[in-house]
């Protein structure tokens, strides 16, 4: 795990590398690689690098050339078979100085040019310059696992990195708001394609290569996830549920991969203690398990993860964030970040990060479990609201409807109230209406309260899910349940990815996902669909596949997400943070949102009992983001994160 960065000049804009820019690019994200440094230029091209070692550390220093220097690659992630090809490429005459997989990329460049990337298993962002052709290649793994940002400027110039603050570093960009996308990330907690909240900045896509050469710019996509059916529908549930229990074996097996102590996060949902069970039989020391907890008792879920963790004999080790921590440690989070915080689990993310630092470089994460198995309640809860709803709308006539959606709005209790608002008694039986805006943040109606006259002038009458709507005009799947899984997994996911990379790599640790192995993610996906979603069963091929391995009482335990107490939080003590990032005068005055519609909210959340949480940390994040970026307020500083370090440890 690494930081990268580069720019490639075009003839028009008549620049020549500057070094100490390319370094300012590179240091600014030293916290993703503290271990070494380095750069490369070429006259108008320039490639950084920060590296977190993990294979081969005496060796493998980058920006590496191969044999002949005609290539440089700066790279940023994990291959997992690379060592599968070096015996054929030896034999074809490459001659290899280290072990890293680094070096195998750039012989498997040398064979395959850009289809290079067919041949990988793993997570990875990376950019090599080609002399020889006077190109630059980019590419980003097929998930998205490792990030990549880049701004194309008029004169044809590319500047990339593995944040986003590596491009305003080098002055690629003005910092500015990137309006178009603002009704997407109220909706959807981020924007949903290659556009970022800065206006400029895009990031490359998962399972995507782009081809610089003098100014011209091609992106295009090399992968993509397939519903199709597997040929063989004849099979019985077990042959299915034995060979994805395989491959999940192998998938662990691979990113057990590091010449560093490695461990593991453990939540004590089914995701984590899965791979704690396979794990734990594939080496030899007693695995590191590292968990996180709030104080307040709904928040905590440690009896769970402490009873895998005495199942697997693990070296355990648990942090309990305090809300005086949480709120200190928000403002660095979001520079960290680079875009406001999707979700307040980001910052449990990073304590327990931190707390692994300390004994570990390396950890194995449960990420992208719920999104191919349907891990997530909406996903039944839409279905059955679409079947119910479809039979209300056919049976009940429209007066009939509109007098009980009164009643339910009158009704004195706000938690079943807003519950019921919900259902298809209350909303119309369509997938705008009982999926996207039941599930956004800012669902359409209520951005249309929440904008300011002039952001409403400003943005007309753009659609919050444009980009949702994109989505699933791309896949091949058929049934309702996978085209919202795929949905998820080209929108959702990303988000969640980009959470568990910013704050594991905030403090120097290398997060790997099992259960996102693009092999298993192709199979997981051909499934029937009754191996995922059966009844009220979610995961069930998982659920089966761990039987005899896992203790029932994690098998059989609902999903709980991690919860955050953000919402009592908000209500009680540290009402002040509201006060702060969303009722301030210098809030209110960014004619962003509309300072009455603001108050309500905060008050019906406070006084009524109604539960806006997520909408108020979205726009506590949002100020923050604000101060941060644009207003000049620092992040992070050295002497912060020895602090914190101390702390943890102590």
């Known amino acids: 795990m690494c930081g ?307 199942e697997f004999k693990a070296n355990h080790h648990e942090v309990v964030v305090s809300p005086e921590d949480f709120f200190a440690t928000l403002p660095k989070l979001v520079w960290h970040e680079d875009e406001p915080l999707a979700h307040p689990s980001s910052v449990a993310l990073y304590f327990v990060s931190l707390l692994a630092s300390q004994h570990v470089k390396v950890v194995l994460t449960g990420e992208g479990s719920d999104e191919l198995l349907a891990g997530y309640a909406r996903y039944r809860k839409t279905i059955l609201n679409l079947a119910l709803g479809a039979r209300y709308y056919s049976l009940t006539p429209n007066s009939v409807r509109n007098l009980l959606r009164k009643q339910i709005e009158g009704m004195p209790g706000a938690k079943l109230r807003q519950k019921l608002l919900r259902s298809f008694l209350a909303v119309s039986p369509d997938i705008e209406s009982i999926y996207f805006d039941n599930f956004a943040v800012f669902p359409r109606a209520m951005q249309q309260e929440l904008l300011a006259p002039e952001m409403k002038e400003r943005l007309g009458t753009t659609d919050p899910y444009m980009g949702l709507r994109e989505v699933l005009k791309e896949t091949d799947a058929t049934s309702f349940l996978d085209r919202l899984l795929y949905a998820d997994i080209k929108t959702y996911l990303h988000e969640l990815l980009m959470k568990q990379d910013r704050m594991s790599m905030a403090t120097s640790v290398e997060s790997r996902v099992p259960f996102l192995d693009h092999k298993l993610v192709e199979f997981t996906c051909g499934l029937p669909q009754r191996l995922k979603l059966r009844g009220w069963t979610t995961k069930y091929v998982l659920r089966e596949s761990m039987k005899g391995l896992l203790p029932k009482a994690i098998l059989s335990r609902p999903k709980m997400g991690f919860p955050v107490p953000i919402g009592a939080w908000f209500r009680g003590a540290y009402s002040s943070v509201i006060d702060e990032y969303v009722l301030s005068d210098r809030a209110l005055s960014r004619r962003i949102f509309s300072p009455d519609f603001v108050r309500s909210l905060v008050a019906r959340h406070q006084t009524s009992g109604e539960n806006h949480s997520e909408r108020l940390w979205a726009l506590v994040n949002f100020e923050i983001w604000q101060r941060q970026f644009f207003d000049g307020e620092q992040g992070q500083t050295h002497e912060q994160k020895q602090l914190e370090y101390a702390q943890v440890s102590s």
């Not at 070096?86 to 280290?98: D, I, N, P, S, W």
């Not at 981020?190 to 900045?201: D, Y």
Request: aromatic share 10%; net charge negative; hydrophobic share 40%.
């Open 4 to 310: 990268i960065n580069g720019i490639a000049f075009s003839s028009r804009s008549r620049r020549m590398i500057d070094a100490a820019v390319l370094k300012r690019m590179r240091d600014v994200i030293t916290h993703r690689g503290p271990d070494d440094e380095g750069i490369f230029i070429d006259g108008a091209v320039g490639l950084g690098h920060r590296r977190l070692s993990i294979v081969d550390v005496a060796a493998g220093h980058q920006p590496m050339a191969n044999e002949d220097e005609t290539l440089h690659i700066t790279y940023n992630g994990e291959i997992y078979n690379h060592a599968d090809f070096r015996a054929e490429l030896e034999a074809k005459g490459h001659v290899y100085q280290t072990h890293c997989d680094t070096e195998t990329i750039l012989h498997l460049y040398e064979e395959h040019g850009e289809h290079c990337v067919d041949y990988l298993r793993g997570m990875f962002a990376f950019a090599i310059w080609d002399q020889r052709r006077k190109e630059l290649f980019v590419a980003r793994d097929r998930l998205g696992v490792k990030p990549l940002y880049y701004a194309y400027t008029d004169d044809g110039s590319l500047y990339f990195g593995s944040e986003i603050k590596t491009l305003l570093e080098a002055g690629a960009i003005k910092p500015e708001i990137n309006y178009c996308v603002m009704p997407d990330y109220l909706a959807n907690h981020a924007p949903s394609g290659e556009e970022t909240l800065f206006r400029g900045v895009k990031r490359l896509l998962p399972g995507h290569i782009m081809l610089w050469r003098d100014g011209e710019l091609r992106v295009s996509r090399y992968w993509d996830v397939s519903f199709v059916r597997h040929a063989d529908e004849g099979r019985s549930d077990r042959d299915y549920v034995d060979e994805w229990r395989e491959l999940f074996r192998t998938s662990v097996r691979l990113r057990l991969m590091a010449d560093v102590p490695l461990g593991m996060f453990l939540s004590g949902g089914i995701d984590s203690s899965a791979i704690a069970a396979v794990m734990s039989g594939m080496v030899t020391e007693p695995i590191k398990t590292f968990s996180v907890a709030f104080k307040e008792r709904e928040a905590n879920e440690l009896e769970y993860a402490r009873l895998v963790a005495r």
